[in-house]
């Protein structure tokens, strides 16, 4: 360009000589090297001007700037330009979410590790944003691991520093989106209606409380080849549905019969009370009950080889399920509080443990003082990433190690007592606390031909000490 041509070495830009036969333009936002004015005149034995301590160290709040610039397009990082962008001193914002990242490391019982990878994935968010200076989506975030991020500890520092704006969007959601793809517009605007209601809920009458996102799964699953067969039959919304329609439609018999009953009848209850439809077909027909399992005793050689395994973890899970037929959920959610003097505390329920399971508590807790000495969690299971933080753990461990099943363990430990009481429902309500309902299904069992003739193990909690 004229005006680098004509630029003099060590000199700003004349502008008034460069425009004299025209206009000279530049190309804003290219990537070259910054040279701070201290140091454009600065000699070699003048030394640059170093901060005081406490101006370094006191960090001020940051506010975020409330506005965005728009794109006109994106295109992937250049990872060179990436490289020479997180070289750069710390910005305002950086310094900030430093100070947030160094005492929630610090008070979680974060590694060095753990500590320097958030803070260069902090960097790398700061060197991506299109609006530097704005609010983090929790969507880039989630796109760090691509780039040699972390992304579930950089969200929790975000949070805790009021700087990520959270816009995940629900699995249900997705599921929802890939299932009525292909079903006409109008009946994919009502599902979108009864979606939405189910999820969030409703505040305006007639008021409804949200429902978990599995419950909207399991209808989707149970409704959606039901749409699809109307769709193709030229159906374009749901209030052309009759009654005849959706008995007509129905599977014969098994679960998804009755999900799809449970779905459609919730499904057309929300859009009768939005005036969406006219009528309900669903109303005043008899509900298909589900059909009752009937429990089965487990593999005592699985069960042994469970409560015995080299992952503490693994054998005072087994032992709470075995035992006391302690529910996954429950053990997800049990603080090391519940537990005092050899008692676990579950709700209103409080009972002493076994023998076998006090031993598997103390052989669990050296370990997990051991492993995690200074986690915060406060909760009685944690792994290695949950021990970083307050949430629990999933319901799926340790059983993946396990390998058995906690309700069919469940179930196994309910039915050995059902059997060894003589069906004494009583008995098993108060121990478990089951509902009625729950433990008549396990005294029925006293009667069945393959469970009657005692073929149920009790020798079991044998060797398991």
């Excluded at 006409?184 to 009864?194: A, G, I, S």
């Amino acid at each position: 360009m004229e005006g680098r041509r004509l630029k003099e070495p060590g000199r700003a830009v004349d502008f008034a000589a460069v425009s004299r036969n025209g206009q000279q333009l530049y190309l804003a936002n290219l990537h070259h090297t910054y040279v701070p004015s201290d140091r454009r005149h600065r000699t070699k034995a003048e030394p640059a001007a170093v901060p005081p301590p406490q101006q370094r160290n006191d960090v001020a709040q940051f506010t975020p700037v409330r506005w965005r610039q728009l794109l006109l397009f994106r295109m992937p990082p250049n990872q060179g330009a990436l490289k020479r962008r997180i070289a750069v001193p710390d910005t305002e914002m950086l310094t900030y979410c430093d100070t947030i990242l160094r005492e929630h490391a610090a008070r979680h019982g974060w590694s060095k590790k753990l500590t320097n990878e958030v803070k260069r994935s902090l960097k790398l968010l700061h060197a991506l944003q299109d609006t530097p200076g704005a609010k983090i989506h929790a969507s880039d975030v989630l796109e760090l691991p691509r780039i040699g991020g972390t992304a579930l500890s950089t969200l929790e520092i975000l949070a805790a520093a009021d700087l990520l704006v959270d816009d995940r969007t629900l699995a249900v959601r997705h599921y929802f989106a890939k299932h009525t793809a292909d079903l006409p517009p109008t009946m994919v605007n009502q599902l979108q209606t009864w979606l939405d209601v189910t999820i969030e809920g409703s505040r305006k009458a007639p008021r409804r409380r949200a429902r978990h996102p599995q419950t909207a799964h399991l209808h989707i699953l149970g409704m959606n080849p039901i749409l699809r067969a109307w769709a193709e039959a030229g159906h374009q919304s749901l209030a052309e549905i009759s009654r005849d329609d959706f008995t007509a439609a129905l599977p014969a018999k098994g679960a998804h019969r009755n999900f799809a009953e449970q779905g459609f009848r919730a499904l057309f209850r929300v859009l009768k009370a939005r005036k969406v439809i006219f009528v309900d077909p669903t109303r005043g027909l008899p509900i298909t009950p589900v059909n009752a399992t009937v429990p089965l005793p487990q593999n005592t050689e699985a069960i042994r080889s469970a409560l015995n395994s080299r992952d503490p973890a693994v054998a005072l899970a087994v032992a709470l399920v075995a035992f006391h037929a302690v529910t996954s959920p429950q053990l997800a959610a049990m603080q090391l509080t519940d537990i005092r003097d050899g008692r676990l505390t579950l709700q209103d329920r409080r009972f002493p443990l076994a023998g076998p399971v006090l031993i598997r508590l103390g052989a669990y807790l050296d370990h997990r003082a051991k492993t995690w000495p200074a986690t915060c969690n406060t909760h009685l299971f944690i792994n290695r990433k949950t021990a970083p933080r307050t949430t629990p753990v999933s319901r799926n461990f340790p059983w993946i190690a396990a390998q058995v099943k906690p309700q069919a363990l469940r179930e196994d430990r309910i039915l050995q007592e059902i059997h060894s009481t003589g069906g004494d429902v009583r008995r098993i309500y108060d121990l478990f606390g089951l509902s009625i309902t729950a433990a008549l299904r396990y005294a029925n069992t006293i009667e069945h031909p393959d469970l009657a003739d005692g073929s149920v193990d009790r020798s079991r909690t044998n060797g398991a000490s």
